[in-house]
C-alpha cells in the first residue's frame, strides 16, 4: 500500500497521523503506558499485601531507578549508533520477560522483597536504553512541522494509558489479584513490540565502528552543558527526582490505603491525571507561545496545588478533580519542553543530550525513594506531601529565574509538508511494505 495519508483520515484529524510510523509509535506506546499504569498500581499494592511497608514500596522502586541511571548514558550513547527502533524493541522483549518473572514470583509464593528487588534492578537496565531512543527516534517519524503537534499528541498517551490503565489495575487488584494485575502489564510489553516491528524511521545511525566510546560520550556531554537553559532545567527536575515522584508512587498509595478506600480511590487518582493529560496534551498541540519554557514552567505552579489536595485527602471526587487540573498542565508544560529540546538539539546527538538530561532525575529518584521511609518517618505522609508542593513551586522559581531561558524563543516552521509518508527507509535498510 501506499505511504500516504490512509483512508478515513479528514482535515479534522491531526495531520502527524497521516504518517504512518508516527501511528505505530503512538499506538505501541499508549499500549505500553496502558501497562505501566496498570503495574504502578498493582507492585505498590502486591508488597503491602506481602507485610511490606511504605519504605519497601520505596526500596523496590529505587531498585529499578538504580539501574536505569546508572546505564542512562550508556543507553544514550548506543542510541545514537544503533537503530534506534531495535534498540526500543530490544529494551521491550527484556521488560516484558521480567514482568513475566514477577507474576511467577507472586503467584509462586516466592515474591520476597529481595527478589523483586533483583527483577526491578533488570528492569531498569533495560529501560535505560529505552528512554534515549524514544527521545530520539519521535522526529524520525514525523515531520519537522508536525514535530509539536505530534508531541501533543504524544502527551494525550498517559491520558489513555493512565485512565483505562488505572482503572483497570485497580479493578483487577480488587478483584482478582496484584499479581493478575502485572502479568497484563507483560501483555502490554508484548504488543509494543509488535508496533515497533512494523515501524519504517527516517534516516539512518552514525556509524559505529572505529568511533571511541569517549569521544561519543564527551561530544553528547558538550552538546548538553553547552546549553545553559537545559542545564537548569535538570537542576529543577532534581528536586522532582528527591521529593515529588516519591510522594506520588510511594506515599499516595499508602494515603489511599489508610484514609480513603485502598486501591479503588487510588485508581480513580490516576484516572483523574489520565483525563487532564488528554485535556491538556490536546491543548498543547496547538499552542505556539514564543518563550515556550516561561508558559510551561508558570503551568508547574498549580501543579503544586495538587499535593495540598493530596495531604489533606479530601472527599474522592474533590481528589480526583485536582489530579485532572495538575494532569492539564503538567502534559502542556512537558510537550512545550520536549519540543524545545528537538528542536534545540541535532538530530545525531539527540539520545545522548536526551540521556543527559534524564540522568539527574534517574540518578536521584532511587535516593528520594529511599529517603521516602526515613521522611514520612519523621514528618508523616501528610508532611512528605507538603515537602512536594514546595518543590515544585522551588523548581518552577529556579527555571524561570534564569536569563538563558527567558531569552530562548520558539522555532516554528512556516509551513506544514504535504500529507505523503516521508518515512521511506528503515534506518538505512530498504522498505519491505507492511499493513497496519
Known amino acids: 500500500m501506499a505511504h500516504g495519508a490512509p483512508q478515513g483520515l479528514g482535515r479534522g ?15 505501541g506506546q499508549a499500549i505500553s503506558i496502558i501497562g505501566d499504569a496498570i503495574s504502578m498500581i498493582a507492585l505498590p499494592f502486591a508488597i503491602l499485601a506481602m507485610g511490606g511497608s511504605v519504605g519497601q514500596v520505596g526500596l523496590v522502586l529505587a531498585a529499578r531507578a538504580i539501574p536505569n541511571a546508572i546505564f542512562l ?57 529505552f528512554r534515549p531512543a524514544l527521545s530520539g527516534i519521535i522526529p524520525q517519524t514525523v515531520s519537522a512541522a508536525r514535530l509539536q503537534e505530534a508531541y501533543g499528541l504524544l502527551a494525550t498517551t498517559p491520558a489513555l494509558g493512565i485512565a483505562v490503565g488505572g482503572a483497570i489495575g ?54 548538553f552543558s553547552s546549553r545553559h537553559w537545559l542545564v537548569v532545567v535538570v537542576i529543577g527536575e532534581v528536586l522532582y527526582a528527591l521529593f515529588v515522584m516519591p510522594s506520588i508512587y510511594a506515599v499516595g498509595p499508602a494515603i489511599a490505603d489508610e484514609k480513603l478506600n485502598g486501591a479503588s480511590s487510588w485508581a480513580a487518582v490516576v484516572s483523574g491525571f489520565g483525563i487532564g493529560f488528554l485535556i491538556g496534551g490536546l491543548t498543547a498541540m496547538k499552542l505556539r507561545p514564543q518563550r515556550p519554557l516561561i508558559l510551561a514552567y508558570i503551568l508547574c505552579i498549580p501543579f503544586a496545588f495538587f499535593f495540598i489536595a493530596l495531604a489533606l485527602a479530601p472527599p474522592i471526587i474533590v481528589l480526583a478533580l485536582a489530579a485532572i487540573i495538575a494532569g492539564s498542565v503538567i502534559s502542556i508544560s512537558g510537550t512545550l519542553l520536549e519540543t524545545t529540546i528537538t528542536r534545540e538539539v541535532p538530530p545525531e546527538l539527540r539520545s545522548r543530550v536526551g540521556s543527559f538530561r534524564t540522568l539527574g532525575s534517574v540518578a536521584m529518584l532511587p535516593v528520594g525513594m529511599i529517603l521516602v521511609g526515613p521522611i514520612t518517618g519523621a514528618f508523616s505522609n501528610t508532611g512528605a506531601e507538603v515537602l512536594a508542593f514546595v518543590a515544585v513551586l522551588v523548581n518552577a522559581a529556579i527555571v524561570l529565574g534564569t536569563p538563558s531561558v527567558r531569552k530562548l524563543r520558539a522555532k516554528y516552521p512556516d509551513a506544514e509538508p504535504a500529507p505523503a509518508e516521508k518515512n521511506d527507509a528503515l534506518d538505512g535498510v530498504p522498505p519491505v511494505e507492511t499493513v497496519l
Open 170 to 223: 485497580g479493578a483487577l487488584v480488587a478483584l482478582i489479584s496484584p499479581a493478575g494485575a502485572i502479568a497484563v502489564d507483560a501483555v502490554s510489553f508484548g504488543l509494543s513490540a509488535i508496533c515497533l516491528a512494523l515501524m519504517k524511521t527516517q534516516g539512518s545511525p552514525t556509524p559505529w565502528k572505529n568511533r571511541n566510546f569517549r569521544h561519543d560520550l564527551s561530544e553528547g556531554w558538550t552538546a
Open 73 to 129: 548514558l550508556v543507553g544514550g550513547v548506543w542510541a545514537d549508533r544503533l537503530p534506534r527502533r531495535l534498540v526500543m524493541l530490544t529494551s521491550d522483549l527484556i521488560r516484558g520477560v521480567i514482568m513475566v518473572l514477577v507474576f511467577v514470583a507472586l503467584v509462586s509464593g516466592n515474591g520476597s522483597i529481595w527478589v523483586l528487588v533483583a527483577l526491578m534492578a533488570i528492569y531498569g537496565m533495560g529501560e535505560a536504553f
Open 13 to 27: 484529524i491531526p495531520g502527524c497521523l497521516q504518517e504512518r510510523s508516527f501511528r505505530l509509535l503512538l499506538t
